[in-house]
């Protein structure tokens, strides 16, 4: 019921505070004789009112500078160390009012190191830009110099911990780094970042736990580690304790760890099936740390991290497990797209080291693929989604020569069909996507599948003889069309070879002239930085010269990153 008028509320007594700090203090103190049942009760109350004080937030900062949170520290430790100790000596005694006050302390600790409950409204799915976050008042409380060591105890012998508790404990973290950048420089150390990775090892042995709790402990605590990369990032070298390359070769190490050696009970099915579940979380949150404002800077540091290595060496690893081999290999490849994306410097050092033809060999030794891993080469070479065909043009074109080299391999006649429908679509878009496929040879990567045509359905064939064509009117050479003659050979001379027809209208496509008359040779100036450079004065053939050229003018691709208000925009002088 709303009324018209609120309620009065009436001030706290001026000496509120120290009366509560006083009781809280008696409560610390007779810890250790074992506080009676109304004791733990006012204990518990003291810690809800401390909540709803700083609901108030003008009074986070001034209760933060208050000796309360050291000494619910302390009672929290201890009441941690009971519950473990108690699980340890298998007592069936009811825990529930320790393990309440437990919940309810560190809900205290999470309200006064994010006020503005930045981590939860994460968690649920919601990001604050940089504009709502310096709209943000009133500053978190100063992170206690006894929360690290606190931390790291309440995770040492942590099997003994219940899983929920354990969840409240990375929310917490998470709170405080999602809180301000102060207090996560402070949290963010060797010790706790040595827990962040225990707790995710531990994941994949899950005994008689909870599935669910497990894999939600797993889930947060791989946003608390994206939430630590993206705060490292902000920093400079002298605020930081730790570095994002440490962090990622412990990342990488975990990812491709040796189940090989672990004893044979555990390396059962059921363990493989949780251990792949816990690399594929592990996969997807290397796209969620690259989604940054500082994207080309952690690129650098995951090239540096040797993370295309790590990434193939999963896929070859992952070839003695017996299931889900292929939702892996989507996010394996999910994971590349992300390091790559818009980064032509690592594409380049993708081709160095790893090479697509490499790619390609581990991908087939893993079977068949299934529709999602193929789509996920066509969202690779588009670097968005793959059916955004006519908004987003080819970023990167060697995916595109891997999918027509697998065509021929793929049992499926179904996907022969829906891969070579689509690369006729986005290969023939515009001139700036056939002169990038004219450029990477692949009129001779489809004639070398074209040449075993007993493992291509006839429409998948006729698919690739149309993007012959129309990748033949950009531009062929001499030798792609002698190889394009030499595949109508039969072996019976007075058999006609099925290809004949399509190819020759393919080559009268080729031959004929469509709409204005166009340069055989011209510049391209697609990319941002492109141009025509002129030479210096002193070099020209006299005291000036002209430079002439037709201009054309294709509709450009939308570039969904450029739409905004600040986007660039291609000027003629």
Known sequence: RVDDIPPGISLLPDNILQVLRLQLLQCVQKMSDGLEEQQQALSLLLVKFFIILCRNLANVEEIGMCSYINHVITMTTLYIQQLKSKTKEKEVADQTPIEEFVRHALAFCESLYDPYRNWRQRIAGRFLSTVEKSRQKYKPASLTVEFVPFFYQCFQESEHLKESLKCCLLHLFGAIVAGGQRNALQAVSPAT?????????????????????????????????????????????????????????????LLNSDHSALPNPRRCRQWESRFIALQIQMLNTITAMLDCTDRPVLQAIFLNSNCFEHLIRLLQNC???QGHLDCLAVSTIQALTAVMHKSP?????FKERIGYAHIYEVLKSLG?????LLEELMNMAVEGDHMAVGILGISNVQPLLLLIQWLPELESHDLQIFISNWLRRICCINRQSRATCVNANMVIRIIEALNSHSALHCTCAENLIALLGS???????????????????????????????????????????????????????????????????????????????WLCLDQDRVDPSTTSKSGKRKQLY
């Not at 002698?482 to 027809?501: D, F, G, M, N, S």
């Open 193 to 253: 970042m040595e827990v962040l990775m225990r707790v995710l090892a531990d994941c994949d042995n899950w005994d008689d736990r909870n599935p669910e709790e497990v894999s939600r402990k797993a889930e947060l605590t791989l946003k608390c580690l994206t939430e630590v990369v993206h705060i490292l990032l902000t920093s400079s070298s002298d605020q930081r304790q730790v570095e994002t390359s440490t962090i990622l070769e412990n990342y990488f190490k």
């Open 319 to 321: 070839k003695v497990f």
């Open 345 to 349: 410097a690592a594409k380049e050092v």
């Open 368 to 372: 068949q693929p299934s529709r999602e």
């Open 471 to 549: 990748l033949g009117s950009q531009s062929m050479g001499s030798e792609e069309l002698l190889q394009l003659i030499r595949l109508l050979r039969t072996e019976e001379p007075k058999r006609a070879h099925p290809y004949v027809v399509p190819v020759m209208r393919a080559i009268l496509a080729m031959a004929r002239k469509q709409g204005m008359a166009s340069a055989l040779q011209y510049f391209n100036l697609c990319h941002s930085m492109a141009g025509i450079a002129v030479p210096s004065i002193h070099k020209w053939p006299g005291s000036a010269f002209s430079f002439n050229a």
